[in-house]
């Protein structure tokens, strides 16, 4: 049987409630597809802190660099933001990220049509919104050389490699081509030397990949676009910043933070986490909403393991749930014909994952 490896980071807060969940929808789907997902538990955030004094311990990097993906939780909470900025539990997550050199953050935004009504947009222009943010993540104005302060004057500098940019390109234009064959890429050609390199680079990779469309918008239109027509994107493909911006953006046509996926992706390994933190405020009550830790392996099944049938089961298991009225608390306002907990939600996924 084939077996997966899987570094699992419960985390902080409603971490460990989250992530159990989805194991339990992995397990369920993994022995109806005929394969077995083994998982090695690992530490970081505020409870590595607090055992090994180091919120991202080496082991937890040496484990996860030798695994098939790492599933994540949610990390921090107040208790350990006194900390020296290099002990917080935000710090371990940028670490990780840098250490495993994931240079693809991407971020679906789904509008489930049971909870359309969550949306702070009309529901004529969100229905059936389905669509892909590929940001790059380690490059661009956030780590540009120089940067600085002199007096009364600041700087950063975005810079970008050509090799960044056709890397990132290549992971655009291959998801594009798993979903609706539809790349945008975003940028500031009209002002920006970086972004006219950026532009002609994404040409250049595109005609490696003749089914699928290409398209460029300037960022400020992009921004508006999402607001009025969002159905328009597929792919959105961009730089840092602009995708920082425009990824948050794009959660929050789905309306509820609790359901949104993302996975950081590199040359070998991915980490799959949903969108949101570790929400002290509800943890250890057992009403935090598990699906997008549930979609966020779902990501996984598919971009890191292949297993494409798991995940499309997962996420029409996702779907059902929903259609069938089942709300945790943070999204009973919109039509919930049963109010259920964290873990009574995992179940009902992971049962109709495996029928
Ligand atoms: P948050 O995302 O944790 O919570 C924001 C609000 O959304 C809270 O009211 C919370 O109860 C609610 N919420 C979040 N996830 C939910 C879920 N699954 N179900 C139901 N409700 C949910 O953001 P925050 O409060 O700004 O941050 C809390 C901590 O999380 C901080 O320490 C922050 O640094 C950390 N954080 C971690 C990550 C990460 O681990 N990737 C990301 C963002 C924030």
């Not at 950081?264 to 570790?278: F, N, R």
Request: aromatic share 6%; proline share 4%.
């Amino acid at each position: 049987m084939k077996t997966y490896n899987i570094a699992l980071i419960k985390g902080d807060g409603i971490g460990p409630e989250i992530v159990d969940e989805a194991t339990k929808v992995l397990d369920a789907i993994a022995s109806s597809e005929g394969f077995d997902i083994q998982y090695n538990e690992l530490l970081m955030g505020g409870c590595a802190y607090d055992i090994t004094g180091d919120p991202l311990p080496k082991e937890t990097i040496d484990t996860s660099i030798n695994s098939d993906a790492v599933l994540f939780g949610a990390i921090g909470g107040e208790r350990w933001d006194s900390l020296p900025r290099e002990k917080r539990p935000e710090s371990g997550l940028l670490r990780f990220r840098k250490e495993l050199g994931v240079y693809a953050n991407l971020r679906p935004a789904v509008v489930y049509d049971e909870l359309i009504n969550a949306s702070s947009l009309k529901p004529e222009v969100v229905k059936g919104v389905d669509l892909m943010v590929v940001r790059e993540l380690i490059g661009g104005i956030y780590f540009g050389e120089p940067k600085g302060r002199e007096g009364d004057r600041a700087y950063n500098t975005m810079v970008y490699t050509r090799d960044e940019v056709v890397r990132i390109a290549h992971t655009a234009f291959k998801i594009a081509m798993e979903r609706g064959k539809r790349v945008c890429s975003i940028d500031k050609a009209n002002v920006l030397d970086v972004s006219q390199m950026w532009r002609e680079t994404v040409e250049d990779v595109a005609k490696e990949y003749p089914e699928v469309t290409l398209s460029h918008m300037y960022v400020d239109n992009a921004a508006m676009q999402l607001i009025r027509d969002p159905k328009q994107f597929d792919v959105m493909l961009t730089g840092n910043i602009f995708g920082d911006i425009l990824s948050d953006e794009a959660s929050m046509l789905s309306g509820s933070i609790g359901l949104l996926p993302s996975a950081s992706v590199g040359a070998k390994i991915g980490v799959y986490e949903p969108i949101h933190g570790s929400a002290p405020d509800i943890a250890g009550q057992g009403i935090a909403n598990p699906i997008a830790t549930i979609a966020s392996a779902s990501m996984m099944l598919r971009f890191a393991l292949g297993e494409v049938n798991a995940a499309d089961r997962v996420d029409a298991a996702i779907k059902q749930a929903l259609s069938e009225g089942y709300r945790t608390q943070d999204i009973a306002d919109y039509g919930a014909k049963e109010v259920c907990s964290t873990s009574e939600m995992g179940s009902i996924i992971a049962n109709y994952a495996a029928k």
